[in-house]
């Protein structure tokens, strides 16, 4: 019989797992209480997480309702393991020189070809992660 276990990982476990992905869900809310979910590469700076975008839909939601989730999965077939990072922050528009160079030195590059010009800096309010295992 397999059982499975569930580890709750520290902060600085979330961040180390974290910094091997640069894929994650963006959750938001409008006007009206609906909830958008926006898949959006990342970087770890410190401890916030930087997204780079363009002007659109996502920034005028961020800019009205800045507290959002931010949350990365990953699966580990060979390893039968698993871990969630779940993340509420505040998010910050950023559109500076500084933002920029610091979104180009992490290797931050929109996954299509826009003009990615705002940076989008998340600040967690609370950091909740699990890893699991399947033996």
């Known amino acids: 019989m397999n059982t499975t276990t569930m580890n709750t990982l520290t902060d600085d476990e979330a961040w180390d797992r974290l910094r091997t992905e640069n894929v994650g869900r963006l959750v938001t809310s409008t006007a009206g209480g609906a909830i958008d979910v926006y898949?959006?590469?990342y970087a770890c700076l410190a401890e916030s997480i930087l997204i780079r975008?363009?002007?659109g839909s996502k920034l005028f939601e961020?800019?009205?309702?800045p507290e959002v989730v931010f949350e990365v999965d990953h699966h580990d077939h060979e390893q039968r393991s698993a871990w969630s990072v779940v993340i509420h922050a505040s998010?910050?528009?950023d559109s500076s020189t500084w933002a920029l160079t610091a979104a180009d030195a992490a290797?931050?590059?929109?996954?299509i070809d826009v003009d990615a010009d705002e940076?989008?800096?998340?600040?967690?309010?609370t950091i909740k992660a699990r890893e699991f295992s399947l033996r």
Not at 119 to 125: E, I, T, Y
């Open 119 to 125: 940076v989008v800096v998340l600040v967690p309010n």
């Open 53 to 55: 975008t363009h002007p």
């Open 91 to 93: 998010a910050g528009i």
């Open 107 to 111: 290797g931050l590059q929109p996954v």
């Open 62 to 65: 961020l800019a009205v309702f």
């Open 39 to 41: 898949p959006v590469n």
